[in-house]
């Protein structure tokens, strides 16, 4: 192998680890979200954990957050719980940065 396949299969390999840590922290914020909103419909115990889990199920839809906030705002308003658009998109991005946090303590 030459350096240059050295060099380009050193960067797969740092994208690919990449991709992966930012899969970590978008299902880990999705699921601290689901405790969130579980929290403010008054879910506790094994309901909310399954809640976090639908969660973070939901983002596999469509790219980007727009289904997990559909689903999240959705369940809200089911449970006529008052939260308003500004607070849930400041609580997703809030618990993003708890989620990188966390993945990169646990990586380190």
Do not use: C, P
Not at 26 to 48: I, S, V
Not at 81 to 94: G, Y
């Amino acid at each position: 192998m030459t350096q240059f396949d050295n060099r380009e299969k050193a960067f797969e390999s740092k994208y690919a680890h990449d991709q992966e840590l930012q899969f970590k922290v978008m299902a880990r914020r999705n699921k601290l979200l689901g405790l969130w909103a579980a929290g403010e419909m008054g879910l506790t115990g094994d309901a909310a954990a399954q809640y976090a889990i639908e969660v973070v199920k939901s983002d596999f839809q469509e790219a980007g957050d727009e289904d997990v906030y559909r689903k999240v705002r959705a369940d809200l308003d089911a449970k006529q719980v008052d939260v308003s658009e500004h607070r849930l998109r400041k609580e997703m991005d809030d618990l993003m940065a708890v989620a990188k946090q966390q993945i990169a303590s646990e990586v380190a």
